[in-house]
């Protein structure tokens, strides 16, 4: 069964109805101005059809996908900023891309953009057999449309070909089929579809409010390994004190009991002397007396004497017993640092195998040059990249996301596709490489620009030397170029495009600026670590401003001569005039000199 509607809003309705729908969808038109009107209107009539459909399967649904088959990226944003994150039939509802009809994947609404309308055919049995309802825009094929816009501004103008929908297991509700007889207005339809849809973006916002203060708990719950190494040093400070402060204390009772005894040798001699005097004197009573004190006083001495004796072993034992966990622990961490430490060097290893070493950069770069690499750890998420092909010669110094391990992994799967690139294609266009880049990237991240996703990447400068004439093309991500030309010997600043190698809402190709250049020409890549690094009298950055003017003071000498005053500088930076900061990222500065 196939019905067409189209209702009558020339009367006063009509006005109510537009008046209702322009306060309450105003913001998104505002938000979206860019975008046409007629993807505007499909975006906001479809939630009716959404929630006015049932799929026979629908109780086996993890989440609620909407896939978007579109060219570009302009009708996607539309739908993922109207319904991402939003619940719908008990559902998180989740929105996906598909640049072409190869990529389409099992998902519960396909919303087609009107340049695919000559591939309906080709849409309908790819989703076939899926349970898919199917939304076009103004596509003449009713033997695979479901629900098809006609392209008029007006949002109740589209068709319903129920057959369609009843092959994929969909049906309409008592609700919509009302509309379709004519006994429900499309005006009570769009206001409440609006005050539901209003209620699950606010029901999102305060989940993403939640989980960010979640978040903010745990982060602050953290403790890293370091510190708990330093926690243990204390606690062993604090027991070695205690146990200097016991040995003090048996000193002091070892003093005690000389004491005692040469004040018990004291009393025996006044006992010799009263015995004496007892028996010149005769007095019997006297000496009994005085023995009886005497011995007491010798067994309170030995009673003390005895406590003390057992404090001191019950204090050792105990002393002893926490100082063997606390070395266990030690040990423990210890071997685990060894053991992560001893990897991590093993990764150093293959990271510096596949950088080019000095040999293959002196046989390769149509002149001198310096190489400043320094990595933040042991590994590094920055990379410097040179090769020949015929007469060009390709370098390039890159960012990829995070430092260290992470960092390491990044830079090594980044390396790799552009000498899969460099080797298999015949490129001698900056740009063109950077784009083919940035497409291999996204693919092998498998990146589709959903809410929340890893943006894992790379900022780069990319530099094409033409060996005998000195054509130079550049293309940047994120990344200059310093130029100093050996004539004017003032310093050039080349701007990159504002945008990495990764899924990125700005999607536009990469610009190729095209440079003649002469013999004494210097270029200088490099990464952002240089001109961020902590350090001087105040603890600020080091600023491009100061690079810039760094670079420029000494590029009339030997490039080696540069590559050690750079490396001075930071150093001095750093730790100079009492100063200590740690290296915040990875660092690398390749200059070349044309000759």
């Not at 005050?195 to 979640?214: D, F, G, P, S, Y």
């Not at 100082?323 to 060097?345: C, M, N, P, W, Y």
Request: glycine content about 6%; some cysteine; charged content about 25%.
């Amino acid at each position: 069964m196939k019905s067409t509607f189209y209702p009558n809003f020339y009367s006063h309705t009509m006005k109510g109805v537009l008046t209702l729908f322009l306060s309450c969808f105003s913001w998104s038109f505002v938000a979206n101005a860019q975008f046409s009107r007629s993807d505007e209107s499909v975006a906001t009539s479809i939630y009716i059809v959404m929630l006015n459909t049932t799929w026979e399967n629908q109780a086996s649904f993890q989440t609620f996908q909407i896939g978007v088959l579109d060219s570009d990226t302009s009708f996607y944003n539309i739908i993922r900023k109207k319904y991402e994150g939003i619940a719908l039939k008990g559902k998180k509802v989740n929105v996906v891309y598909f640049k072409n009809i190869e990529s389409i994947s099992s998902t519960q609404i396909l919303c087609v953009d009107k340049k695919f309308n000559k591939k309906i055919e080709k849409i309908g049995k790819a989703i076939s057999g899926n349970h898919t309802l199917l939304i076009t825009n103004s596509s003449k094929d009713d033997d695979y449309t479901m629900v098809n816009f006609n392209g008029r501004l007006k949002k109740d103008d589209f068709t319903v070909n129920q057959a369609n929908m009843e092959k994929a297991g969909l049906k309409l509700t008592n609700q919509f089929e009302e509309y379709m007889e004519g006994t429900v207005q499309w005006e009570e339809l769009l206001t409440e579809s609006t005050e539901k849809l209003e209620k699950e973006r606010e029901k999102v916002a305060e989940k993403e409010q939640t989980i960010e203060v979640q978040k903010a708990r745990i982060n602050y719950q953290k403790m890293t390994l370091k510190e708990k190494l330093k926690m243990l040093d204390e606690q062993g400070e604090i027991l070695e004190e205690q146990a200097q402060k016991l040995e003090d204390q048996t000193h002091a009772i070892s003093l005690q009991e000389q004491t005692l005894l040469s004040q018990k040798e004291r009393i025996e001699t006044q006992k010799g002397k009263i015995n004496q005097q007892l028996k010149e004197l005769g007095m019997q009573r006297v000496i009994l007396a005085m023995g009886c004190f005497v011995l007491l006083l010798i067994l309170g001495i030995a009673f003390v004497l005895y406590r003390s004796s057992v404090h001191r072993k019950k204090s050792m034992t105990q002393l002893s017993e926490q100082h063997a966990i606390v070395s266990g622990q030690k040990d423990q961490i210890e071997k685990i640092l060894f053991e992560l430490t001893d990897s991590i060097r093993y990764a150093l290893r293959i990271q510096n195998a596949v950088l080019p070493n000095e040999q293959t950069i002196r046989g390769t770069i149509p002149g001198e040059f310096f190489v400043m690499y320094k990595p933040k750890d042991i590994v590094s998420g920055d990379f410097f990249f040179v090769d020949r092909r015929g007469d060009w010669t390709l370098v390039a110094v890159a960012d990829c996301t995070g430092h260290g391990v992470p960092g390491a992994f990044v830079s090594m799967l980044c390396i790799s596709l552009l000498n899969e690139i460099v080797k298999q294609q015949e490129i001698t266009r900056a740009d063109i490489i950077l784009n083919e880049l940035r497409d291999k990237v996204i693919d092998s991240l498998q990146q589709k620009g959903i809410q929340g996703e890893q943006m894992d990447g790379m900022d780069i400068s990319l530099l094409l030397i033409n060996n005998k004439t000195y054509k130079c093309h550049w293309s940047g991500a994120n990344n200059a170029l310093y130029l100093v030309s050996a004539k004017s010997n003032k310093l050039e600043e080349l701007k990159p495009d504002k945008r990495p190698i990764s899924i990125y809402p700005d999607m536009r190709e990469f610009t190729n600026h095209e440079i003649i250049a002469n013999r004494g020409d210097i270029f200088y890549l490099f990464t952002d670590g240089y001109s961020d690094q902590f350090g001087g009298e105040r603890g600020k950055k080091f600023m491009s401003r100061n690079f810039k003017n760094l670079l420029a003071e000494n590029s009339h000498k030997p490039m080696t001569e540069q590559g050690k005053i750079l490396d001075a500088t930071m150093e001095k930076w750093k730790y100079g005039n009492g100063a200590d900061f740690e290296q915040i990222d990875d660092i690398t500065v390749l200059g070349i000199q044309i000759g």
